[in-house]
C-alpha cells in the first residue's frame, strides 16, 4: 500500500489569506489527485497534477484560485488562495497504487 | 454523476452482520465495483473491489449479481468502529487504466448501534 502524510491537518484562517496544503507519499507515483470535501459532502475532485507538467482541473475549479505544485514524483502541494468562509472543507491528496486508491488523512480547513 | 445509488443510510447492531446495498445497473463490461469507507475525520480507506466474482478479504465479503446490476458489501461481524460512511464506485479495469478518476455518490452512513 501506499502512505500519504498532509500537513497541516488542521488550521484555521482568515479570510482573504491563502494556505498551503503539503502532500507526501512514501512511494513514487506519477498522479496525485486533489480533492475537497465540504461539511457533509461527498468528495469532489479538484485537479490531478502530474510530475513535470501542469496540472489538470476539473470544473468549477481554476489554477490561481487552487496553484498546485508537483516538483518531484513523492511531493505535491496546493495551496487555496484568497480565501472565504465557503472553501471551508476537507481536503485531501490521493494516489492510484496497487489498482486502487490511496488517500491521505486530510486537511480540515476552517475560514473565518 | 455517480454511476451508482445507495441508501442513504443503515443502522445495524454491534456484532451482526452489516449488509450495504448498492445498485449500478449502467455498469459495463470492463467496469469494477469498488467500496471504499469514511471514518469520520479520516480520508477514504479501501475494503474492496470485484469485477463478477464474488470476493472476500481481511475486511469485507462483496456480493456481485449474476447480471452485475447490484451488490452487496457484507461486514460479517460489525463493530462500533465500522460506523462509518461507505462508497460503492464503480470504475474502469485499473490494468488498462490505472490513473481512473473515481467518481464519488453520496455513500451510505453505517451507524452501529451497542
Known amino acids: 500500500s501506499a502512505v500519504i502524510s498532509q500537513k497541516p491537518s488542521r488550521d484555521i484562517c482568515q479570510r482573504g489569506t491563502s494556505l498551503t496544503i503539503q502532500c507526501q507519499v512514501d512511494?513514487?507515483?506519477?498522479?496525485m489527485f486533489w480533492y475537497r470535501q465540504q461539511p457533509g459532502q461527498s468528495l469532489t475532485l479538484i485537479a490531478t497534477?502530474?510530475?513535470?507538467?501542469?496540472?489538470?482541473?476539473e470544473s468549477g475549479f481554476v489554477i490561481d484560485k487552487f496553484p498546485i505544485s508537483r516538483p518531484n514524483l513523492t511531493f505535491s502541494t496546493l495551496t487555496v488562495s484568497n480565501m472565504s468562509p465557503e472553501d471551508s472543507s476537507i481536503y485531501l491528496c490521493?494516489?492510484?497504487?496497487?489498482?486502487?486508491?490511496?488517500f491521505g488523512p486530510g486537511t480540515r480547513l476552517l475560514v473565518l | 454523476d455517480a454511476k451508482t445509488t445507495q441508501p442513504t443510510s443503515m443502522d445495524c447492531a454491534e456484532g451482526r452482520a452489516a449488509n450495504l446495498p448498492c445498485n449500478h445497473s449502467?455498469?459495463?463490461?470492463?467496469?469494477?465495483v469498488y467500496w471504499y469507507r469514511q471514518i469520520h475525520s479520516q480520508g477514504p480507506q479501501y475494503i474492496i473491489h470485484?469485477?463478477?466474482?464474488?470476493e472476500t478479504n481481511e475486511m469485507a465479503s462483496l456480493i456481485i449479481t449474476e447480471d452485475r446490476k447490484s451488490s452487496t458489501l457484507i461486514l460479517p461481524h460489525a463493530t462500533l468502529r465500522d460506523t462509518a460512511v461507505y462508497y460503492c464506485?464503480?470504475?474502469?479495469?485499473?490494468?488498462?487504466?490505472?490513473?481512473?478518476?473515481?467518481?464519488w455518490g453520496a455513500g451510505t452512513k453505517l451507524i452501529i448501534k451497542p
Open positions: 490521493s494516489v492510484p497504487w496497487g489498482g486502487t486508491q490511496y
Open positions: 512511494s513514487q507515483v506519477t498522479m
Open positions: 497534477a502530474n510530475q513535470g507538467s501542469e496540472a489538470t482541473y
Open positions: 449502467t455498469i459495463s463490461g470492463n467496469e469494477y
Open positions: 470485484g469485477l463478477k466474482n464474488n
Open positions: 464506485i464503480v470504475r474502469a479495469d485499473p490494468v488498462m487504466d490505472s490513473n481512473y478518476q473515481l467518481i
